[in-house]
């Protein structure tokens, strides 16, 4: 599992200084860890949508976040993606839960987003990696790095217990 500290001290070295959620129990730990943070601020959203509207206000003071959803919240930043962080070229990082796998198989309302996920990704033109223990760094110094090169957002999927 990857160690929520020393991902929040990565994500510090990159100067990423706010995070802005809508909370997820594959999350649970880092937000925890983001609570206590004095460096990463964390701004919790009630919807998905507002956390891109918030991540793109900060982008346009010359601030990094990230953001922080399930992927049933994928359905609620369309709008919110394409009319704003895609149209204005806004580099941004989005962790997403990649629920409705065979980990959640005892959820069964995540089944159908589980299954169109990385299609629904493709259709909004957003690129996207998983991101798993093993490599975390580099997985993540590339999806800053597209993200940047492309001023577009850049989603990395995780799997039930990759942050524990």
């Avoid at 993606?81 to 198989?105: C, H, K």
């Avoid at 169109?116 to 223990?133: P, Q, R």
Wanted: charged residues 20%; hydrophobic residues 40%; negative net charge.
């Amino acid at each position: 599992m990857i160690d929520s500290i020393i991902f929040l001290e990565y994500m510090k070295s990159k100067n990423f200084s706010l995070a802005i959620g809508v909370p997820c129990s594959y999350f649970s730990n880092l937000l925890i860890e983001l609570e206590r943070s004095s460096e990463i601020q964390y701004v919790p959203a009630t919807r998905e949508d507002e956390a891109i509207g918030i991540a793109s206000g900060y982008y346009f003071g010359g601030e990094k976040s990230f953001v922080i959803m399930q992927n049933s919240g994928l359905g609620t930043i369309g709008d919110a993606l394409t009319s704003l962080a895609q149209l204005y070229n806004i580099p941004m990082l989005i962790f997403v839960s990649y629920r409705g796998l065979t980990e959640d198989e005892d959820f069964p309302e995540h089944s159908i987003m589980g299954e169109i996920t990385e299609n629904l990704l493709k259709s909004l033109n957003v690129s996207f990696s998983i991101l798993e223990e093993e490599g975390w760094q580099d997985t993540l110094a590339h999806s800053i790095d597209q993200s940047l090169k492309e001023s577009q957002p850049v989603c990395l999927l995780i799997k039930k217990g990759v942050f524990g």
